[in-house]
């Protein structure tokens, strides 16, 4: 089982449409959570991180459930410029103070439509 | 303009040449880190650093080097490359290692093809 799993889609839907991902990570040590988004054949840019109460950037709300070790990402009103593939990203500090280990989903790639 | 600067971007060869990709920030970032990017299984990490001559192998350290003589610079090293590791290949830096909410800067990748 990998330890981040995302669908990797593709998700094709029309502009303004609301799009939900999901993430679910296997780790429970897993400390840090993040959104990135990446365009094709580019870096992989951070887009938010995800807090334990949730959290919303504009058109973007990010969701964490520690329970079910899930995490959630919704764009509301999506824009052609949100076509991009967007990546679950979990940081895992197995040891205290020894440094986090990054553990990226293989992403999901969202495709927004006029 | 802070960056982290990878080069070559691409790069074709062959199978055994040995091949250095460089890797610079300007951040004065303690953590550094490489992945290789490909199809179906997302960004896999090779090696890290948590500072100056501190290096430990990620998930797919196999056919890899890597140093950090200095904070700034952590070049990846292909002894013998062969053709498993034609990929896309990232590295990537942040303030410290393993602490709460910090985003990773990335390169602009190198695409690298071992014939």
């Known amino acids: 089982r990998k330890e981040v799993e995302q669908d990797p889609g593709p998700f094709n839907v029309p502009e303004g449409a609301t799009v939900a991902f999901n993430c679910t990570y296997s780790?429970?040590?897993?400390?840090?959570f993040f959104w990135y988004r990446q365009d094709c054949r580019k870096e992989p840019k951070l887009l938010m991180s995800?807090?334990?109460s949730g959290n919303e950037d504009g058109r973007f709300t990010a969701q964490l459930n520690r329970a079910s070790q899930y995490i959630s990402l919704l764009i509301r009103d999506s824009k052609l410029s949100d076509s991009a593939t967007y990546l679950c990203?979990?940081?895992?500090?197995?040891?205290?103070?020894?440094?986090?280990?990054?553990?990226f989903g293989q992403g999901t790639e969202l495709s927004v439509k006029p | 303009e802070a960056q982290v600067t990878q080069n070559p971007r691409y790069l074709i060869t062959v199978t055994g040449k040995k091949l250095t990709v460089t890797c610079s920030q300007n951040?004065?970032?303690?953590?550094m880190s490489w992945y290789r990017q490909d199809p179906g299984l997302g960004l896999r990490q090779i090696y890290y650093?948590?500072?100056?001559?501190?290096?430990d192998k990620g998930d797919v350290p196999e056919g890899y080097k890597v140093s950090r003589k200095e904070k700034r610079n952590f070049p990846l090293i292909l002894e013998s490359p062969s053709p498993n590791q034609t990929s896309l290949y990232f590295c990537?830096?942040?303030?410290?290692?393993?602490?709460?909410?910090?985003?990773?800067?990335f390169g602009d990748g190198t695409r690298l093809s071992i014939l």
């Open positions: 990537a830096s942040s303030l410290y290692a393993g602490e709460g909410n910090q985003p990773q800067h």
């Open positions: 780790n429970s040590a897993s400390q840090s």
């Open positions: 995800v807090y334990s």
């Open positions: 990203v979990v940081n895992i500090h197995e040891i205290y103070n020894q440094g986090g280990k990054l553990i």
């Open positions: 951040m004065n970032h303690e953590y």
């Open positions: 650093s948590m500072n100056v001559e501190v290096t």
